[in-house]
């Protein structure tokens, strides 16, 4: 993924973020997931949902399918 577009690209859950009293972020960074050749998805450095890399090459943004990340009960 080109680097230029990595950087104008945000977490669509942190921007919209619908958790009452918690503010909007204007850009959550993504991050690459997998091999820098071919890497299989982009990580939020804030939420850290996982957004999957399509095979085509373009990333699936949609919230409800990207990975959440697994809240440990300790």
Do not use: F, Q
Request: glycine share 6%.
């Amino acid at each position: 993924m080109d680097a230029e577009i990595l950087k104008i690209l945000a977490c669509p859950w942190c921007v919209t973020r619908p958790v009452p009293g918690t503010p909007k972020l204007a850009r959550a960074k993504l991050e690459l997931v997998g091999p820098a050749e071919k890497p299989t998805g982009l990580k939020c450095k804030d939420c850290e949902r996982v957004y999957a890399i399509l095979e085509d090459g373009l990333p699936n943004l949609i919230v409800e399918n990207a990975t959440a990340p697994v809240k440990s009960g300790k």
